[in-house]
C-alpha cells in the first residue's frame, strides 16, 4: 500500500475514528511516514514490482525457449549415468564435470555440469544429454540450485540488483527494507477508517469516482495482499546484505543453521585399489579409487534417496553426493554422501530431521524463488508483483489528485502535515521511538534512510520558518 491521503472536504481524523483515541493520535504520524515512504521508496518497489512479474513468469517461458535442450522424444530404455556423462565429456573436453541432474521424468534430458572456460565465475556449464541416445542437445550456462537458464538468471540479476553488481544490490534491500513498512502501515490505514458497510473493507465501493474511487481500490486490493508483500519482504530480507548478516546470526543463535550432509571421506581412503583412476563418473579433481556415478547412485537408492535428484561429483577429499530436489510440497530433501572407494554410504541427513526454524526458512525462500509449489507459487507470486504495481500507481494517482486546482499545472500533491509526531501520547511515542531504534539497527538501510528522511524534513521545516519569518 502506497501513498494515502484525506478526501476532500474532511479532515483524515473526522473520517478514520473517535476522536480522543490513541490511533486517532498515532495515526497522523503513522500516515505521514506512509506517505512519503510511499512516494519516495515506490520507485524502488516499482521495478522490484515489474522484474519480479518477469520472473514468476520465467520458469514457464524457459520451457518453451528452451525445449530443444529440455525436452526429448520418450524412448523404451535409459541408459547407464556414466554413458551420458562420459557424452557430455567428448562433447566438451575442456570441461571438468562437477555434478549430473539426471533425467526425472519421461522424455526430459539429463543435465551435466561442468567448470568450463569462458563460463562465468558462479555459473556452470549445463550439458544437456538426451538419456536414451546419448545425444548431446546443446549447452547453456545454468546458474544456482534451481538451474536457472539464461534468460532466468537475466531476470534474476535484474530483479536483484538491476545488473549493476554488488552496488546495485543496496536498490532491493532498501525494496524490502521498506515493503513491510509500508504495507503494514497502509492495512492500519485502511482497517482505521470508517465506512458504511464491513464489505466496503473487503470490496472495492461502487458508485464512487475521483479520489475516492482510486483509493477504495487502493485499500482493498492492498488488504487482501498484505500477507504475500510481508512475507516477500522477510524472505527477500534473508538475502540481503546488511540484514541478512544479521538475520543470518540470529538462526544460528536460535539453532536454526541449515544443516548439511558430511561428505569428506578419511585420508587415503579413496587411494589405490583396482579400481584406482578408472572411476566413469567422478571429476578431474578426484584421484583414487572410484565405483563409478552409475554405483553412487544405486547406494543412494537404497537408502531411499530417490525422485528429482542432483549428483554433485567427488572431489579430493570428499565423496558423492546425492540430493532429492524435489521442491513441491510435500517437498524431498534428504541427502546422502557416498565413498568412491567403496559405493557406501558415509553420511545421510534427513529433511525431517532439519530444525524448524531451517525448514521454516527453506519454505520462505523457495516459495519467494517460486519454486515451492511449482505453478501455483509462480502464479501466486505475479498475482503479488502484479498488486503491488497498481498500488503503487494507485497512490501516485491519489497523490496526483491532491495537487492544487488553481496555479501550475505541473504542481505536485499537497503533502501530509508536519508536526504529526507532537500530537501522539508520550505513552505510545516513547516505546514506538525505542522499537523503531531496533528495528533501525537491525535492518541498517531502513534505520539510515529513515533518519535520512526525518533530518531532511527538519531541514525543509526549518527553511519553511525561517521564509515565513521574513
Known amino acids: 500500500m502506497a501513498i494515502d491521503a484525506p478526501a476532500q ?18 495515526r497522523p504520524l503513522v500516515l505521514r511516514i506512509h ?39 520418450a524412448g523404451d530404455r535409459v541408459l547407464p549415468l556414466s554413458t551420458q556423462v562420459q557424452a557430455a565429456r567428448d562433447a ?29 565465475e558462479g555459473k556452470s556449464l549445463a550439458v544437456f544429454v538426451d538419456p536414451y541416445t546419448a545425444e548431446v542437445r546443446g549447452e547453456l550456462p545454468s546458474y544456482g540450485s534451481s538451474g536457472a537458464l539464461p534468460l532466468r538468471s537475466w531476470i534474476d540479476s535484474l530483479h536483484r540488483d538491476l545488473l549493476l553488481g554488488d552496488f546495485g544490490r543496496h536498490y532491493s534491500e532498501l525494496a524490502a527494507s521498506w515493503l513491510w513498512v509500508v504495507a503494514l502501515g497502509g492495512l492500519l490505514l485502511w482497517l482505521g477508517r470508517r465506512r458504511s458497510s464491513k464489505r466496503a473493507l473487503f ?19 492492498g488488504l487482501w495482499a498484505v500477507i504475500g508483500l510481508v512475507l516477500l519482504s522477510a524472505t527477500g530480507l534473508t538475502w540481503s546484505r546488511y540484514a541478512g548478516e544479521n538475520i543470518g546470526a540470529v538462526q544460528d543463535q536460535l539453532g536454526g543453521a541449515t544443516p548439511a550432509v558430511s561428505a569428506a571421506v578419511e585420508p587415503g581412503a579413496a587411494a589405490g585399489g583396482e579400481h584406482a583412476g578408472h572411476g566413469d563418473g567422478a571429476g578431474e579433481a578426484h584421484q583414487g579409487a572410484d565405483v563409478g556415478v552409475d554405483q553412487a547412485l544405486r547406494s543412494a537408492q537404497a537408502s531411499g534417496i530417490d525422485g528429482k535428484l542432483a549428483i554433485t561429483m567427488p572431489a579430493e577429499g570428499t565423496g558423492y553426493v546425492v540430493k532429492e530436489t524435489d521442491t513441491v510440497f510435500p517437498v524431498h530433501l534428504d541427502s546422502v554422501a557416498v565413498d568412491p572407494a567403496n559405493g557406501k554410504v558415509i553420511d545421510e541427513l534427513r529433511f525431517a530431521d532439519y530444525p524448524v526454524l531451517a525448514k521454516l526458512t527453506r519454505f520462505g525462500i523457495d516459495a519467494h524463488m517460486g519454486v515451492f509449489l511449482g505453478l501455483a507459487n509462480q502464479l501466486a507470486l505475479a498475482a503479488l508483483a502484479l ?30 502535515p508536519r508536526g504529526a509526531w507532537r500530537k501522539a501520547p508520550v505513552t505510545a511515542l516513547l516505546p514506538l521511538a525505542a522499537a523503531t531504534a531496533l528495528v533501525g539497527w537491525f535492518v541498517p538501510l531502513l534505520g539510515i534512510s529513515l533518519l535520512a528522511f526525518v533530518l531532511v ?8 520558518k525561517v521564509r515565513a519569518r521574513t
Open 387 to 416: 498488486a503491488l504495481i497498481l498500488l503503487i500507481l494507485w497512490g501516485y494517482r491519489m497523490w496526483w489528485l491532491r495537487r492544487p486546482t488553481k496555479g501550475s499545472t505541473l504542481a505536485g500533491g499537497r503533502p501530509i
Open 203 to 221: 470490496v472495492p465501493e461502487r458508485g464512487t469516482k475521483g479520489r475516492r474511487r482510486t483509493l477504495s481500490w487502493h485499500g482493498t486490493v
Open 35 to 73: 506517505f512519503y515512504a510511499g512516494l519516495l521508496i515506490a520507485p524502488l518497489l516499482l521495478a522490484a514490482a515489474a522484474s519480479g512479474l518477469l520472473y514468476a513468469l520465467s520458469f514457464q517461458a524457459e520451457k518453451v525457449i528452451y525445449s530443444h535442450e529440455l525436452e526429448v522424444p
Open 457 to 464: 524534513d527538519a531541514a525543509v521545516g526549518a527553511v519553511r
Open 92 to 120: 566438451r573436453p575442456d570441461g571438468t564435470v562437477t555434478g549430473v541432474w539426471p533425467s526425472s521424468e519421461d522424455g526430459a534430458t539429463t543435465r551435466v555440469l561442468m567448470d568450463a572456460p569462458g563460463v562465468e
Open 9 to 26: 472536504g474532511r479532515t483524515e481524523t473526522e473520517q478514520e475514528s473517535p476522536t480522543g483515541s490513541t490511533w486517532s493520535a498515532l
